[in-house]
């Protein structure tokens, strides 16, 4: 459960119900996550935090698939359920296989692990 309130998408007006419409249209779905209704009340917060989500993802070098990757790993690293769910079911929208998916996480958990234990031990790369 939040810990704000999340602005129902009905209350929406203006520039707010603006970009929740465009968020909906532009990710293809039939609703606006949490993380952007947590901001309806701060539309220019809003905003800025769509305006770099849809930037990032919309262009660059890498595919949105690889950029979903990476942001799966991250979330799972640092242990966020929201994301972790978000980001493995828009992969799987692109076709990413349950195989895939487990691969990374045990590549993100195996990374955590030993960047705590390096960290921890203070070692220096020595390349």
């Known amino acids: 459960m939040a810990i704000i309130r999340l602005m129902e998408e009905s209350e929406a007006t203006g520039k707010v119900k603006s970009i929740f419409d465009e968020i909906k249209a532009t990710l293809e779905l039939p609703f606006v996550p949490q993380v952007f209704r947590a901001f309806g009340a701060r539309p220019d917060q809003l905003e800025a935090i769509w305006t770099?989500?849809?930037g990032l993802f919309g262009?660059?070098?890498?595919?949105v698939r690889t950029k979903l990757?990476?942001?799966?790993?991250?979330?799972?690293?640092?242990?966020?359920?929201?994301?972790v769910t978000i980001h493995s079911i828009a992969l799987k929208r692109l076709g990413a296989t349950d195989e895939e998916i487990a691969e990374l996480l045990e590549v993100a958990s195996l990374a955590t692990a030993l960047n705590t234990l390096v960290s921890g031990l203070k070692l220096e790369p020595e390349l």
């Open 52 to 54: 770099q989500v849809k």
């Open 59 to 63: 262009s660059g070098s890498l595919d």
């Open 69 to 83: 990757l990476v942001a799966l790993a991250v979330a799972a690293a640092q242990r966020s359920s929201y994301f």
